[in-house]
Nanobody, 128 residues
């Protein structure tokens, strides 16, 4: 069965950096756009960043643009999220999702309902 496994979460001070990874198994990875979402306590899950199948197109929420970078390695079936200049407001559980796309350069969706597969999440805590 398809599995997405996120790693790399942890506790970091404000201004610090973390790198999250999401490894897929039993998935035709290159056929899927990948997205990172996050959910803070008491809040809805929100889009953070997405990357097209080919990796050519990326999209970021306004709150992380310029601080976070999404990437992917189709050969390794991995997508990563480099998070810099972290803020306490970035504290959340971070999830990766896979969204099947026919076209390699389609801009990734910001709607979680479009994503067919999800990982279990990894906790990121940013202290002030």
């Amino acid at each position: 069965q398809v599995q997405l496994v996120e790693t790399g979460g942890g506790l970091v001070q404000a201004g610090g950096s973390l790198s999250l990874s999401c490894v897929a198994s039993e998935l035709a990875f290159s056929n899927y756009a990948m997205g990172w979402f996050r959910q803070a306590p008491g809040k809805e899950r929100e889009f953070v960043a997405g990357i097209s199948r080919s990796g050519v197109n990326t999209d970021y929420s306004d709150s992380v643009k310029g601080r976070f970078t999404i990437s992917r390695d189709n050969a390794k079936k991995t997508t990563s999220l480099q998070m810099n200049t972290l803020k306490p407001g970035d504290t959340a559980v971070y999830y990766c999702g896979a969204d099947f796309q026919f076209f390699a350069s389609t801009i990734p969706s910001r709607s979680q309902s479009n994503y067919e597969y999800w990982g279990q999440g990894t906790q990121v805590t940013v202290s002030s």
